[in-house]
Nanobody, 125 residues
Framework: QVQLVESGGGSVQAGGSLRLSCAASGYIISTGRMGWFRQAPGKEREGVASIHRSGTTTYADSVKGRFTISQDNAGNTLYLQMNSLKPEDTAMYYC???????????????????WGQGTQVTVSS
């Protein structure tokens, strides 16, 4: 059974940084594709960043240059380094796991079949 557990969320001021972690069990993250998504109140869940087992990364335009996705294969943990945070980055952040190949785009929710419970990120102005 796949289990994904996020941590590292919190409250920061605009311009600050946070690093989110996603510890995986029952699934080897280096075998597929991993992603970070976020959902703000009243909005759809949106893809933020994704990393393929090959190391190829994909980012939403809204976070390019500010967020970095990475993974520690030895520790089976996914990370999201978030810098220059903005109030509009406020959301619940989720990690997700999916197969290495799919017809869905890397930032599509439909590409992923396992999800964590989320960690809250709040950015104040």
């Amino acid at each position: 059974q796949v289990q994904l557990v996020e941590s590292g969320g919190g409250s920061v001021q605009a311009g600050g940084s946070l690093r989110l972690s996603c510890a995986a069990s029952g699934y080897i993250i280096s075998t597929g594709r991993m992603g970070w998504f976020r959902q703000a109140p009243g909005k759809e869940r949106e893809g933020v960043a994704s990393i393929h087992r090959s190391g190829t990364t994909t980012y939403a335009d809204s976070v390019k240059g500010r967020f970095t996705i990475s993974q520690d294969n030895a520790g089976n943990t996914l990370y999201l380094q978030m810098n220059s945070l903005k109030p509009e980055d406020t959301a619940m952040y989720y990690c997700a796991a999916g197969p290495p190949s799919s017809t869905w785009s890397p930032l599509s929710r439909n590409r992923y079949n396992s999800w964590g419970q989320g960690t809250q990120v709040t950015v104040s102005s």
